[in-house]
C-alpha cells in the first residue's frame, strides 16, 4: 500500500516545471548577450581542454550531432580550434583560442553573478539540500549512457575558471 504524502509527487513535478522555466528564462535576462548553449560549451573546453568532441556533448548534456554543429560555428568564429592528438593521430581534440578564454573568463563572471542573485533567497544549507536532491534526482532518473546520464559536475565553479 502506498503511503500518503503531504505533497504529492506530481504537485512537485508541477513546481519543478515552473521554477525552471522561470529560472531559465531570468537567467538568459541577466545572461544578455551570453546567453545561449554556445558560450557554455566554450566555457566546457576552456575547463576541460583538450577534450574530445563525444567527451563535451556527454559534459554539457547534449547530442554528439548537436555538439559537432555548435563546435563548427565556434571555430568558424575563432573561439575554438581542432588539433590532432599527440596520442593518436586519428583522433581530433578541442582547444580554446586567446579569444575563446576570454568569453569563457566573460561569461562565467556573468553566469555567477547570475545564478547567485536567483539562488539570493535560499540560505547556504537549503542550496546544498537543493543541490544535493537535484543530483539524487538526476542520478536516478537518468538512462545510462545518454547525454543525461550523471557524469563529471559541469557547474562552472570557482574552480573551473579557464585560463588564459
Known amino acids: 500500500m502506498a503511503r500518503k504524502r503531504a505533497v504529492t509527487a506530481a504537485e512537485v513535478a508541477d513546481e519543478f516545471s515552473r521554477t525552471a522555466k522561470v529560472l531559465v528564462r531570468r537567467l538568459d535576462e541577466r545572461l544578455g548577450e551570453h546567453r545561449g548553449s554556445t558560450p557554455r560549451l566554450v566555457v566546457e573546453v576552456a575547463r576541460s581542454e583538450p577534450v574530445r568532441l563525444t567527451e563535451l556533448a556527454h559534459a554539457v548534456g547534449i547530442a554528439q550531432g548537436t555538439a559537432s554543429t555548435l563546435v563548427d560555428g565556434l571555430v568558424r568564429e575563432g573561439l575554438l580550434e581542432r588539433r590532432p592528438s599527440a596520442e ?75 585560463g588564459p
Open 88 to 162: 593518436d593521430r586519428r583522433s581530433v581534440l578541442l582547444h580554446v583560442t586567446a579569444a575563446g578564454a576570454a568569453l569563457a573568463r566573460d561569461w562565467l563572471d556573468s553566469y555567477r553573478r547570475a545564478t547567485e542573485e536567483l539562488f539570493a533567497p535560499l540560505s547556504d544549507e537549503e542550496l546544498a539540500t537543493l543541490a544535493r536532491m537535484l543530483r539524487t534526482l538526476g542520478a536516478a532518473t537518468a538512462t545510462p549512457g545518454s547525454a543525461t546520464a550523471p557524469g563529471p559536475a559541469t557547474t562552472p565553479g570557482p574552480a573551473t575558471t579557464p
